[in-house]
């Protein structure tokens, strides 16, 4: 398997501009993480799903964020408007059940956004 | 809330020492935890995960250890090589089980 595959690995935007970025998980399973990591906050969990379905936003800091799964092999998340505060990478991560709880993550190369 | 700790921030060693990395956690209803390894630029790849039955994992020259009681896991890792010179970092699950609250990481460097 390929692993997680994300896209873009950078994206570099002006403040006001919308950013879409996507992650393809590993085949089979039925997880799917968004995380971003900054220097001050260290790496931090946006939103989850279950089988395409969002289960925990919790993290999603402000309504200019939104996730999206329409299949198991396909998600996004956008930022609309995008703003400087911003910048940091964005990691996606998908695992697999093991009861009831998730096995291992495995995460993908992440997107590094700069918002100017 | 959950909160997770790693001590030393940073750490510099010689090759071929031995050497041991802590994580320590506010709440100790885990059921498991893991430890990752980020290199550079890159995501996060992991290493070990510790079932909360369990006391110790082992893969290569990496060990893990875990005390639920007292709220700590350490990471050693046998006779550094400097390719293992990376950001490890520690995580928990929390919020029912399938969220994960990562440490603050502990970059290490290992030298020739």
């Known amino acids: 398997d390929a692993g997680v595959i994300q896209s873009p690995r950078h994206e570099v935007t002006e403040m006001g501009q919308e950013v879409t970025l996507r992650c393809k998980p590993i085949s089979g399973h039925d997880y799917l993480f968004w995380y971003r990591q900054t220097m001050m906050r260290g790496l931090e969990l946006l939103i989850y799903f279950n089988n395409n379905v969002p289960i925990d936003d919790s993290g999603m800091p402000e309504d200019r964020f939104s996730a999206k799964m329409p299949n198991a092999s396909f998600s996004t998340l956008k930022i609309q408007p995008s703003e400087p505060r911003d910048s940091a990478v964005y990691f996606c991560?998908?695992?697999?059940?093991?009861?009831?709880?998730?096995?291992?993550?495995?995460f993908g190369p992440g997107t590094r956004l700069t918002v100017l | 809330k959950q909160e997770v700790t790693q001590i030393p921030a940073a750490l510099s060693v010689p090759e071929g020492e031995n050497l041991v990395l802590n994580c320590s956690f506010t709440?100790?209803?885990?059921?498991?935890l893991q430890w990752f390894r980020q290199d550079p630029g890159k995501g996060l790849t992991s290493l070990l995960l510790i079932q909360s039955s369990q006391r110790e994992q082992t893969s290569g020259r990496l060990n893990a250890s875990l005390d639920k009681s007292s709220g700590r896991s350490t990471l050693y890792i046998a006779a550094s090589q400097p390719g293992d010179s990376a950001t490890y970092l520690c995580a928990v699950p929390t919020g029912g089980g399938n969220k994960l609250t990562f440490g603050t990481g502990t970059q290490l460097k290992v030298e020739l």
């Open positions: 709440d100790s209803a885990i059921y498991n």
């Open positions: 991560a998908s695992s697999s059940s093991r009861g009831r709880h998730t096995d291992t993550q495995y």
